[in-house]
């Protein structure tokens, strides 16, 4: 017995093929059962929306043309009566817009005085007073005709009129006429459907006009008949038709829609008389598309079902491109997806290999791939063997005066001359914070040892000597050994050994190249912003321990060094964040708080400035013990912090900033004394308000 699989591609292509067959036996029957009133309704309900869109637009076509005769009537020729302004003006107008056959300016008497059709202004001598058009515009209103015949051409038109009123009433009229032909050449050039077409008619008009359609005036009485449904008439000719029509009473017209009735039937014979020819060939087609299809997409199918099959054993091949060509377009597009995601997982798996081999601040390979190699270099296969272990010196050190930042360009700097000193087939590992280690295979006679130590202390020089260059110190042990001799780990040890004997002898000269790159560090601190601000709070001290009696010259000297020095510890702050213009974030805030931090710490380097370690520590902390860092405030705050924290925040307030206007004298020791008990030691902010605005009375009364 066959059995069909409905859901595999195959079994659901058989499946709406047999769909597809029935459908084709019963649709006839369905045709047949379809209701004829049903398409008359439809027909006529197209009928009747063609109609309202025309006649929606033969209204906007007047009020088109009406707006521009309206806007004729305002031209300055015509408001100051010159007739020969009006006729060049008219003519003009008339030689650059197709739609009017002529435009005319009459008299209150109802004579056109000016006639764009004519040679030159004047009298035509014939009246228009007793048209409907002239009755209006002497009330005042504005016209549109229906159909008539011109006086002066002859031809059917129609006249669309705005009167021209002044302070003594009626002062004639100007009128705009289009001939009815412009007019049917637009509405016949709207077909209906293929043998359709519009008519527009005065039912009491000249003959003339229905025969423009090639029409009697007896069809078109019957046209205008039947404006509430859809009427069926015959012609002389024999030919039936079917019509709607629609009054447009604002112009005494009617707008008619007519076909031949032999349209309306066209479908219906030519479907049941072609109906059985074309279900076989589209039953043809349908078994030949089907089969190519399947073909095609089984294709498709079996190449990508062998692609997900290779990915899922680790071989990440993509589908080939010349294939998918030849592929259904959502096969194509499924392909090509798959491709993205196969070579989005080879670059992420590769991406994860060489995480899991490899340091991600230096690039170099890691602890494990290390551990790795000398499991591999144990074998004997790489004699002789020489394993060097390095350390970056001061690295703590560079930590914690000018933060992890500049510690990780000092780790990048150290791989960076590492790499440079090794052969190609060599290998440079970081295996821990500050350690890396290399290992060099068949180093005969340790000669690519020797050779290593002698390009790494060259290349720690060339990069000291760079501008900007990092306080870059490696220490070093080297050793070298066969499978026999020695084992790798033991090479490991003895060269470990090495380097911490190299440490130990160079321990006093690395501090001191940290040490002098701090103070060149701290020399362009004093360069920039902030020792602007630290000379000025130096000056300001200067003065204010100079008023004080009490103060020896001793205590008066460290005032002022603590003035010079207490913001040093910005050298650990990024640029970007204390050169900000703006306000700072919250985060930006929090890393500010730690200069004092890294400025008590960077000053304890150096023995002549250790003294000032405490009271720059301290100098941000508020009387009650608020500020940073936070603790116990009042009396157990040494005096030093205590005065520094006034002068630093007067200075800050007085001084210039990019992101605000400085404060006045006054107004900075007024808030130096509003925040007394709170922020300052009440005592020395108000000796230091007093102090301030004492001393800038008398600059200004000697000035």
């Known amino acids: 017995m066959l059995s069909v699989n409905f ?79 009006i ?39 014939i009246s228009v007073a007793d048209r409907p058009y002239f009755i209006a515009a002497a009330e005042g209103r504005e016209y549109i005709t229906g159909i008539i015949t011109s006086r002066s051409s002859g031809r059917s038109v129609v006249v669309i009129s705005v009167p021209l009123m002044g302070d003594d009433g009626f002062q004639g009229l100007v009128f705009g006429s289009i001939s009815l032909d412009t007019i049917l050449t637009a509405l016949m050039t709207t077909p209906f459907r293929s043998t359709g077409s519009f008519l527009l008619f005065d039912p009491s008009g000249d003959d003339s006009v229905f025969e423009s359609y090639g029409i009697s005036r007896e069809e078109a009485s019957r046209l205008g008949t039947p404006q509430g ?58 078994f030949l598309i089907s089969a190519a299809l399947y073909r095609k997409v089984n294709s498709s199918l079996s190449l990508l079902l062998e692609a997900v099959e290779r990915t899922g054993d680790g071989k990440f091949s993509p589908l080939d491109p010349q294939m998918l ?34 340091d991600e601040l230096t690039g170099l390979y890691n602890r ?26 001061g690295l703590k050190l560079v930590n914690d005066t000018l933060g992890h930042k500049a510690g990780d360009g000092l780790l990048r700097a150290a791989a960076d001359v590492l790499r440079k000193s090794v052969r190609k087939s060599d290998i440079v590992a970081r295996i821990g914070g500050d350690e890396f280690a290399v290992l060099l295979p068949q180093d005969e006679n340790g000669e690519a040892g ?44 003895e060269a470990d050994k090495g380097m911490y004997a190299f440490k130990q002898t160079h321990r006093a000269s690395s501090r001191k190249d940290v040490l002098e790159y701090l103070s060149e560090r701290i020399a362009l601190v004093r360069k920039d912003s902030r020792d602007r601000h630290m000379a000025a709070c130096a000056a300001l001290m200067e003065i204010f321990a100079a008023s004080r009696p009490e103060f020896p010259a001793e205590k008066r000297d460290y005032l002022v060094r603590l003035a010079r020095n207490h913001d040093l510890g910005f050298t650990a702050i990024p640029r970007e964040i204390f050169d900000k213009p703006g306000p700072l974030t919250e985060e930006e805030y929090e890393v500010i708080k730690r200069h004092p931090e890294r400025g008590a710490y960077l000053v304890s380097l150096f023995p002549d400035m250790a003294d000032l370690r405490e009271d720059i520590l301290l100098h941000h902390r508020w009387w009650n013990g608020a500020g940073y860092p936070e603790g116990e405030g009042g009396e157990t705050l040494p005096e030093g912090a205590r005065i520094m924290a006034v002068v630093d925040a007067y200075e800050a307030m007085t001084g210039d900033k990019t992101y605000r206007d400085p404060k006045s004298p ?7 004394r509003r925040c007394a008990g709170s922020q300052f030691d009440p005592y020395w902010a108000e000796e230091f308000a007093r102090f301030i605005l004492n001393f800038h009375e008398w600059e200004e009364s000697i000035s």
């Open 7 to 85: 859901r595999s591609v195959k079994g659901m292509l058989g499946f709406f093929l047999v769909l597809l067959a029935g459908a084709m036996v019963l649709f006839p029957v369905l045709i047949g059962i379809l209701s004829f009133r049903d398409s008359w309704l439809h027909t006529e309900r197209d009928m009747a929306q063609a109609l309202g869109m025309q006649a929606d637009f033969i209204r906007k076509w007047f009020v088109f043309h009406q707006n521009t005769v309206r806007s004729i009537s305002r031209l300055s020729s015509v408001n100051a009566r010159d007739l020969v302004g």
């Open 368 to 393: 494990a791939f290390f551990d790795d190699a000398l499991i591999r270099f144990g074998t004997g296969r790489f004699d002789p063997v020489t394993v060097a272990m390095c350390d970056v010196n």
């Open 450 to 493: 020797r050779r290593f130590k002698e390009k790494l202390a060259s290349n720690i020089r060339e990069y000291r000597a760079n501008d900007g260059a990092l306080p870059l110190n490696i220490a070093w042990g080297v050793a070298t050994g066969v499978k026999d001799g020695h084992s790798v780990e033991t090479l490991v040890q």
């Open 87 to 125: 006729y060049d003006d008219f003519s003009s107008f008339e030689r650059s817009n197709a739609n009017f056959e002529s435009l005319s300016y009459v008299n209150t008497s109802g004579f056109p005085l000016v006639h764009s059709d004519m040679e030159g202004p004047g009298n035509t001598g």
């Open 325 to 358: 060509e030849k592929a259904p377009l959502e096969m194509k597009k499924l392909g090509q997806a798959f491709n993205a995601m196969a070579n989005s997982l080879k670059s992420k798996t590769e991406e994860l290999e060489f995480r899991s081999f490899h």
């Open 229 to 286: 449904g859809l009427a069926l008439y015959r012609r002389s000719d024999g030919k039936r038709w079917l019509a709607k029509s629609t009054s447009l009473p604002e112009y005494g017209m009617t707008l008619a829609v007519r076909m031949e009735f032999r349209e309306f039937l066209a479908p219906y014979l030519t479907g049941l008389a072609y109906f059985g020819g074309i279900s076989i060939l589209l039953m043809a087609a349908s």
């Open 666 to 672: 006054s107004a900075a020791a007024a808030e130096l």
